[in-house]
């Protein structure tokens, strides 16, 4: 299985970006998929989670309302939308498959890191202020 992530970058406090992670090795669309984040000296935190049909999503609080995840499922890509980014954004980003396949997502489980088998490589988001 791997997990190729892209789409990082520099970026002006206010600006956009939006990250990719190709899925190969596995059927894509069976899949509860999930971004997550590290800041340097922290730990990895949650950033947002969607099930393998795309119609449960979840956010965590400092993202909700600015970023949104979905999915193309035709294409094994998920995506991570980026909006008003602010300095506190920045961070490697990964997208990782999770080890459920559910109607609606699990909040406490989706939010795990170790609810999720596979991680990607990361992406680096520099947010300036």
């Known amino acids: 299985v791997q997990l190729q992530a892209s789409g990082g970058g520099l970026v002006q406090a206010g600006g956009s970006l939006r990250l990719s992670c190709v899925v190969s090795g596995r059927t894509f669309s069976n899949d509860d998929m999930g971004w997550f984040r590290q800041a340097p000296g922290k730990e990895r935190e949650f950033v947002s989670a969607i099930n393998w049909s795309g119609t449960s999503t979840y956010y965590a609080d400092p993202v909700k309302g600015r970023f949104t995840i979905f999915r193309d499922n035709a294409e094994n890509i998920l995506y991570l939308q980026m909006n008003s980014l602010k300095p506190e954004d920045t961070a490697d980003y990964y997208c990782?498959?999770?080890?459920?396949?559910?109607?609606?997502?699990?909040?406490?489980?989706?939010?795990?890191?170790?609810?999720?088998?596979?991680w990607g490589q990361g992406t680096l988001v520099t947010v300036s202020s």
């Open positions: 990782a498959v999770g080890r459920s396949s559910t109607t609606k997502l699990i909040i406490g489980l989706a939010s795990s890191t170790s609810w999720y088998d596979y």
